[in-house]
């Protein structure tokens, strides 16, 4: 089993065909099929059915994807400590949360350890997020959640020991056109909102869930898209839309749209990590920097 195969390994996961992997490694269609069969001899097992829409992880190779994310993380670890380089974590993020609560933490991060280098990546989609946590793709991840464990908001954590910690509330808003009928009552229960449109992204989005514990799912739901969209569609008067604060504090202050007197209680930013992995370093700095 050498390093190159794992890397290959992972690249066919992630582009779904050989081809797709072949160009984005740079290498020859023939090359990465035969790394991959060469994989699969050295361990005894096949990795991927092959089909004609491509290749597709069969349990072996779901049980092998964690076991090469976390080996190619340690050579990279030990490549780094060896040739004296600076740590490196990698922090995950929502792309909803990545440019108004990243930047805070990356402050702390420089203040507290000024060698620490934090590479970021953001995803729009939690579950994508969690995966490479648990894989060991990165190091730790910022999302939305709820209640005392981690998945309570509705979404089912993948199968590792993570750990998590409460980094500050997010508060939500149910917004509307500010012509809407309950722009102007003094308190709005989930009853009221019965024949709304509510305006929606994809049902593993947190403010699905969010609304799925909120206002429950006698409402209509219509996919709009990102919360950009959805403060949009709403603003037109298109349906209502329960979306972060943060995200439509401008157009509230303005008065571009009216926020309905729902009763929301806040989610948590939460900061997801393998329990596992505590000892890496610059991991705990980041721990301590997200949670300050």
Same mark, same amino acid.
């Given at each position: &089993? ?15 065909? @050989? ?35 491509? &290749?597709?992880?069969? #349990?072996?190779?779901?049980? &092998? ?14 490549? !780094?400590?060896?040739? #004296? ?24 991060? *420089? ?13 729009? /989609?939690?579950?994508?997020?969690? *995966?490479? @946590? /648990? ?66 992204? @994809? ?9 799925? !514990? ?22 037109? #008067? ?25 009763? *929301?209680?806040?989610?948590?930013? !939460? ?14 700095? @980041?721990?301590?920097? *997200?949670?300050?």
């Amino acid at each position: &089993m050498e390093l190159r195969q794992l890397r290959t390994f992972e690249a066919v996961i992630e582009h779904g065909t @050989v081809t797709d992997a072949a160009n984005a490694l740079g290498l020859a269609p023939s090359s990465v099929s035969e790394q991959i069969r060469t994989l699969e001899r050295s361990l005894g097992v096949d990795l991927f059915d092959r089909g004609p829409k491509g &290749m597709r992880l069969t #349990g072996a190779g779901e049980r &092998m994807r964690g076991w090469a994310g976390r080996l190619l993380t340690q050579a990279e670890q030990a490549r !780094r400590e060896v040739a #004296g380089g600076p740590p490196v974590v990698r922090l995950g993020a929502l792309e909803t949360i990545a440019a108004t609560h990243v930047p805070a933490v990356l402050a702390r991060v *420089a203040e507290r350890r000024p060698g620490l280098r934090v590479e970021v990546r953001s995803d729009a /989609a939690r579950d994508q997020l969690l *995966a490479a @946590v /648990a894989a060991g793709d990165l190091e730790a991840a910022l999302l939305l959640d709820a209640g005392t464990g981690l998945g309570d908001l509705g979404f089912a954590p993948p199968p590792a020991p993570l750990g998590f910690v409460d980094v500050e509330p997010v508060p939500l808003a149910l917004v509307a056109a500010p012509g809407h009928p309950l722009a102007a009552a003094p308190r709005v229960a989930a009853a009221d909102l019965a024949g709304e449109r509510l305006l929606v992204n @994809v049902p593993a989005c947190s403010f699905w869930l969010a609304g799925e !514990r909120i206002i429950g799912s006698g409402v209509e739901r219509v996919r709009a898209g990102s919360v950009t969209v959805m403060a949009s569609w709403a603003e037109r #008067g298109l349906g209502i839309a329960l979306v972060p604060e943060f995200a439509v504090r401008d157009r509230l202050e303005s008065g571009a749209l009216a926020r309905l007197a729902l009763d *929301a209680p806040d989610l948590s930013l !939460r900061l997801v990590w393998r329990t596992d992995r505590e000892t890496m370093p610059g991991l705990r700095e @980041v721990l301590y920097a *997200a949670s300050a």
